[in-house]
């Protein structure tokens, strides 16, 4: 299973980015769980946000509100929608399948939110 990540760069406080996720390789992402994770250097990668099969949501609580994860199973996508971006949003944002017991990453995309 692959993942490749986009859609980061750079934003200002209060502006909005939108992380894609494209996943390959695996045959049955229905059944799979997704999520975003990020990390500040020196800091522990942390989860945001997650998604089910069900399409259930749980979500960090410094980005519920403001922060949407969906996914697409026909094109195997998992979108997160960021807005009202902070300083503190700042940092790599990563995708995470866990398919079978096993977990997969994609390669990082950077969100800097900076004026």
């Known amino acids: 299973v692959q993942l490749q990540a986009s859609g980061g760069g750079l934003v200002q406080p209060g502006g909005s980015l939108r992380l894609s996720c494209a996943v390959s390789g695996s045959r049955i992402f229905s059944d799979d769980v997704l999520a975003w994770y990020r990390q500040v250097p020196g800091e522990q990668r942390e989860m945001i946000a997650i998604?089910?099969?069900?399409?259930?949501?749980n979500y960090r609580e410094s980005v519920r509100g403001r922060f949407t994860i969906t996914r697409d199973n026909g094109n195997m996508m998992v979108y997160l929608q960021m807005n009202n971006l902070k300083p503190e949003d700042t940092a790599v944002y990563y995708c995470?399948?866990?398919?079978?017991?096993?977990?997969?990453w994609g390669q990082g995309t950077q969100v800097t939110v900076s004026s």
């Open positions: 995470n399948v866990e398919e079978r017991g096993q977990n997969y």
């Open positions: 998604i089910g099969v069900g399409r259930g949501t």
